[in-house]
């Protein structure tokens, strides 16, 4: 699971990476419409909304278990 969750990060910063490129070339004068350019921000944005919340789902998950531990419970992994 976390083999596909870093190639998925990776297409992600990618994809970012060709936006910045035409974001660019707009301002420069060529590129994408703008219409495109928008939309392909906002798929951008998107994305790294879910991979926001996947990491902090991951961390509250860790935090919750470390907390148990100090409570005296024990993991049931």
Known sequence: MKKGIKIIYLVLIAFVIYLIIEVIRKL???????????LGLLIANLGYSFSINYRISDLNSKVSE???WHKGRRNSH
């Open 66 to 68: 470390h907390l148990g």
């Open 28 to 38: 420069i004068g060529g590129s994408l419409g703008t219409e495109e350019l928008v």
